[in-house]
């Protein structure tokens, strides 16, 4: 059965949910674009962001310091862990982010005509690299060393297959 229940913090239907690294914070987003922190106790933290539309996918960086949100627009904005907005870039066909392991990049999962895997770097929102794929990319696990430098990319794609890409070149 339910453990446990928050309540409070959304009006709508809860469309994304990460947890922080520190397991301190668990950060939610809703069908209406209003994002909130709360504490892994469940209680509301009174940070809330408000990005306009449909939060798609929501991350804290590894540092707990940050947090990005990527709406159904393909608004991708970048906030301070304390509240304050950072940066903010326009993408097409965004559907999900992950933060890179030392918090230095967003790898961001372009679907549509083109379809990509496009890592930005986090301080800026500026282009870094892409793997520009043939096929639709429905899911995506990115591996990394310490340095946050992409090894492999596991996409889940639209032809009943799973398929790997190798390190990014520098």
Known sequence: GIEQSF?????SMVSCIAYSHSSNYILTGDVTGRAVMWTSLGEPTEKVWNVGSHVEACEFDVNDERVALLSSDGALSTWLFA????NDIQLQGATDL??????????????GDSPRILTLTA???????????????LDLAIVENQFGIREKAFVATDTSHIAIYAAAQT
């Open 7 to 11: 309540d409070g913090g959304h009006n």
């Open 83 to 86: 509240g304050g907005a950072l």
């Open 98 to 111: 992950k933060w890179s392991n030392d918090g230095d990049k967003i790898h961001v999962l372009e679907t």
């Open 123 to 137: 301080s800026s929102l500026n282009e870094s690299t892409s793997i520009y794929v043939a096929h639709q990319v």
